[in-house]
T-cell receptor
Framework: DQQVKQNSPSLSVQEGRISILNCDYTNSMFDYFLWYKKYPAEGPTFLISISSIKDKNEDGRFTVFLNKSAKHLSLHIVPSQPGDSAVYFCAASLYNAGNMLTFGGGTRLMVKP | DSGVTQTPKHLITATGQRVTLRCSPRSGDLSVYWYQQSLDQGLQFLIQYYNGEERAKGNILERFSAQQFPDLHSELNLSSLELGDSALYFC??????????????FGPGTRLTVL
């Protein structure tokens, strides 16, 4: 039973345009959500997070939106740059359960120059 | 560089053998998490330690065990290895344990190949 799903295994975007990566979850108890970026042969790198009491969090070119009623979150990257090409994972955690992360399957983003 | 170190980077061994993976958390972090990334399962939580004590268990096999030492480094022991144990094993660390919103910082991983 996959509690966190990223339904698009890959996404291709032109440099300078917006990249939108989507993530759905099934467990309504999740209260903290994170996005990680991963390059080959490296560990995941933390990008941005959002708690369930918010619906938006912004950090530079990255914005995460949370829609609790739809159990959906998205990561917007504007403008997209070739260096953003990587695999992006969304993850969810529970505040009072050790904060272990439940990951989605990842979306490979390719930003074309 | 996340500040989390893992050794070795690569490990090749045979079925039935036992290996130990090592992780040193970021300076000041008390919590260590272990994750397994295999081709068909994605990134899955295995086990968490906080300040030397086991805090949470995920989908960790009985053949696997872990511990966190007084200097806060952690070791993941994998025994009676099977072909299906071939995967990337990541360690992550964070300052707090339960009840804190802390981002986890990941090490570079250990790639285990079981032949």
């Amino acid at each position: 039973d996959q509690q966190v799903k990223q339904n698009s295994p890959s996404l291709s975007v032109q440099e300078g345009r917006i990249s939108i990566l989507n993530c759905d979850y099934t467990n309504s108890m999740f209260d903290y959500f994170l996005w990680y970026k991963k390059y080959p042969a490296e560990g995941p790198t933390f990008l941005i997070s959002i708690s369930s009491i918010k619906d938006k969090n912004e950090d530079g070119r990255f914005t995460v939106f949370l829609n609790k009623s739809a159990k959906h979150l998205s990561l917007h990257i504007v403008p997209s740059q070739p260096g953003d090409s990587a695999v992006y994972f969304c993850a969810a955690s529970l505040y009072n359960a050790g904060n272990m992360l439940t990951f989605g399957g990842g979306t490979r983003l390719m930003v074309k120059p | 560089d996340s500040g989390v170190t893992q050794t070795p980077k690569h490990l090749i061994t045979a079925t039935g053998q036992r290996v130990t993976l090592r992780c040193s958390p970021r300076s000041g972090d008390l919590s260590v998490y272990w994750y397994q990334q295999s081709l068909d399962q994605g990134l899955q939580f295995l086990i968490q330690y906080y300040n030397g004590e086991e805090r949470a268990k995920g989908n960790i096999l009985e053949r696997f065990s872990a511990q966190q030492f007084p200097d806060l480094h952690s070791e993941l022991n994998l025994s009676s290895l099977e072909l299906g144990d071939s995967a990337l094993y990541f360690c992550a660390s964070t300052l707090g344990g339960t009840g804190a919103y802390n981002e986890q910082f990941f090490g570079p991983g250990t790639r285990l190949t079981v032949l």
